[in-house]
């Protein structure tokens, strides 16, 4: 069964750096998401990615969050300068635009602890 | 902005009973999905629920929408101790032009005990 594949599993990070989250999405899946869950807590929409841009993002994908599809296969978050509290799981998923009662494909996440 | 409200948020039950997980949302959708998560893990995809009066069922876990009522019900059956995890509904919406997202509901940690 396809899966989203997301890199690292854990990264530990001081405040104030940049991090890099790394997704590859089932390959043809036309949308991508990023959600982050904070321990503990329901899981939050940051960004919707579709047509090489960004369809959608929350209050929470402030200036300091960027992604990217750089290479037609990976599908990036960065954060620019990290702080405690975006300490979270952040989990990738993919979606079939026009067929979504396969419904949204969630990667095995990533944890991010910025300490 | 679309909410979506889970009850009860904790729930312990002992093996053998039946107990049902609701979930209410506030603005019209006619596309839900439940999602299981074990701690410290992803999200393990249940059901997805795509119409009024849509039910599904797989094993001892049974899930159903009403989009009239805003609401989806996740029925549980003769309880075992492997159903014990975090459940979550999920609620599809298309804030326009095609730019669908999920909005979650808190989630419900469901023990079951022996």
């Known amino acids: 069964e396809p899966e989203v594949t997301q890199t690292p599993s854990h990264q530990v990070t001081q405040m104030g750096q940049e991090v890099i989250l790394r997704c590859v999405p089932i390959?043809?899946?036309?949308?991508f998401y990023w959600y982050r869950q904070i321990l503990g807590q329901k899981v939050e929409f940051l960004v919707s990615f579709y047509n090489n841009e960004i369809s959608e993002k929350s209050e929470i994908f402030d200036d300091q969050f960027s992604v990217e599809r750089p290479d037609g296969s990976n599908f990036t978050l960065k954060i620019r300068s990290t702080k405690l509290e975006d300490s979270a799981m952040y989990f990738c998923?993919?979606?079939?635009?026009?067929?979504?009662?396969?419904?949204?494909?969630f990667g095995s996440g990533t944890r991010l602890t910025v300490v | 902005e679309l909410k979506v409200e889970q009850n009860p948020l904790f729930l312990s039950m002992q093996e053998g009973k039946n107990y049902t997980i609701y979930c209410n949302y506030s603005t019209t959708s006619d596309r839900l999905y439940w999602y299981r998560q074990d701690p410290g893990k992803s999200l393990e995809s249940l059901f997805v629920?795509?119409?009024?009066?849509a039910v599904k069922q797989e094993g001892r876990l049974m899930a159903s929408l009403d989009t009239k009522a805003r609401l989806s019900t996740l029925h549980i059956t003769a309880a075992v101790h492997d159903l014990s995890a975090t459940y979550f509904c999920?609620?599809?919406?298309?804030?326009?032009?095609?730019?669908?997202?999920?909005?979650f509901g808190k989630g419900t940690l469901l023990t079951v005990n022996p």
């Open positions: 390959s043809n899946h036309l949308y």
């Open positions: 999920a609620v599809d919406s298309d804030s326009g032009g095609s730019n669908y997202k999920l909005t």
């Open positions: 629920l795509l119409s009024n009066g």
């Open positions: 998923a993919s979606s079939e635009i026009f067929n979504l009662a396969y419904g949204y494909t």
